[in-house]
């Protein structure tokens, strides 16, 4: 019995030896196969699952043939998943290490859309409703830099004409925000807070819907303060613009 010992324990040796073998370090797939399964992932839409598959083939191939192309896809897949602030980042990064990359500005138009689309819930959020321009303005904020930048870096790139395009809809979203916070206090007869307000949205975010019922606002605002004479600069300036005079081209 003592000689068959040492001989099942030799195998049982072998064997642990055998299966660690086996079970050794998984082969790498190539930089192409790898590609095809992010891309996989962006066609049925798994952003997520397709954000961490290029994040996997960026790190495994980093000067690969498929790194360029994989880095903006991951801004991309980022923006598409609502993570604005990975996606900014990620451009942010490609920008630096790409400064005069053909599609350096594609990365920061992918920046500012990601945190133009992006829902920011605020502490203002208690008291209005969900809608997306009672929203904190933080993003729109770095929306509106990112969409600046652009224009200004990369001019002749055929994002800048959409940059501006993308501008405009942000500056209403910033002027729908500030019309409802004064609204808020308007309607809890905070005047000064409500006038001061709406005279950000009159004076900041000109030529936007919000400027017409800002006007009412701060004609209300000043009337309710006793100020008759800013009240009444304020009622001309809405007539003007708003009254049926202007609308009649009169």
């Given at each position: 019995?003592r000689?068959v010992?040492?001989?099942?324990?030799a195998l049982?040796?072998g064997a642990?030896?055998?299966?660690g073998?086996?079970?050794?370090?998984e082969?790498?797939?190539?930089?192409k196969?790898?590609?095809?399964?992010?891309q996989t992932?962006?066609?049925v839409?798994?952003?997520?699952r397709?954000?961490?598959?290029?994040?996997d083939l960026i790190?495994?191939?980093p000067?690969?043939k498929?790194a360029?192309?994989?880095?903006l896809k991951?801004?991309?897949?980022?923006?598409?998943?609502?993570n604005?602030?990975e996606?900014?980042s990620?451009?942010?990064?490609?920008l630096k290490?790409?400064?005069?990359?053909p599609?350096?500005?594609?990365?920061?138009f992918?920046?500012g859309?990601s945190y133009a689309?992006s829902?920011?819930?605020?502490i203002l959020?208690s008291w209005?409703n969900?809608?997306?321009?009672?929203?904190?303005p933080i993003?729109q904020?770095?929306?509106y830099?990112?969409f600046?930048?652009?224009?200004?870096?990369?001019?002749d790139?055929?994002y800048?004409q959409k940059?501006?395009?993308?501008?405009?809809f942000v500056?209403?979203?910033?002027?729908?925000?500030?019309?409802?916070?004064a609204?808020?206090?308007?309607?809890?007869?905070e005047?000064v807070?409500a006038?001061n307000?709406?005279n950000?949205?009159?004076?900041q975010?000109?030529?936007t819907?919000s400027?017409k019922?800002?006007?009412a606002i701060?004609?209300q605002?000043y009337?309710?303060l006793g100020?008759?004479?800013?009240?009444?600069?304020?009622?001309?300036?809405?007539?003007?613009?708003y009254?049926p005079?202007?609308?009649?081209g009169k």
């Amino acid at each position: 019995m003592r000689s068959v010992l040492p001989a099942l324990f030799a195998l049982a040796l072998g064997a642990a030896i055998l299966a660690g073998c086996a079970g050794g370090p998984e082969e790498i797939p190539p930089a192409k196969v790898l590609y095809e399964r992010a891309q996989t992932s962006l066609i049925v839409e798994d952003w997520n699952r397709a954000a961490t598959q290029f994040r996997d083939l960026i790190s495994t191939y980093p000067f690969g043939k498929y790194a360029t192309s994989a880095r903006l896809k991951l801004i991309y897949a980022y923006y598409r998943a609502g993570n604005a602030d990975e996606a900014a980042s990620q451009a942010d990064d490609f920008l630096k290490e790409n400064p005069a990359s053909p599609y350096a500005g594609y990365a920061l138009f992918l920046k500012g859309i990601s945190y133009a689309s992006s829902m920011q819930p605020g502490i203002l959020d208690s008291w209005f409703n969900s809608s997306m321009a009672e929203r904190t303005p933080i993003n729109q904020r770095k929306a509106y830099t990112a969409f600046q930048q652009l224009i200004r870096r990369y001019p002749d790139t055929p994002y800048a004409q959409k940059a501006k395009q993308w501008m405009v809809f942000v500056r209403n979203r910033l002027a729908s925000y500030n019309l409802s916070v004064a609204r808020f206090y308007a309607d809890r007869e905070e005047w000064v807070a409500a006038v001061n307000r709406a005279n950000i949205v009159v004076t900041q975010f000109q030529h936007t819907p919000s400027v017409k019922p800002a006007l009412a606002i701060m004609a209300q605002g000043y009337r309710a303060l006793g100020e008759d004479k800013l009240a009444a600069a304020a009622q001309a300036w809405y007539d003007y613009n708003y009254g049926p005079k202007a609308r009649s081209g009169k």
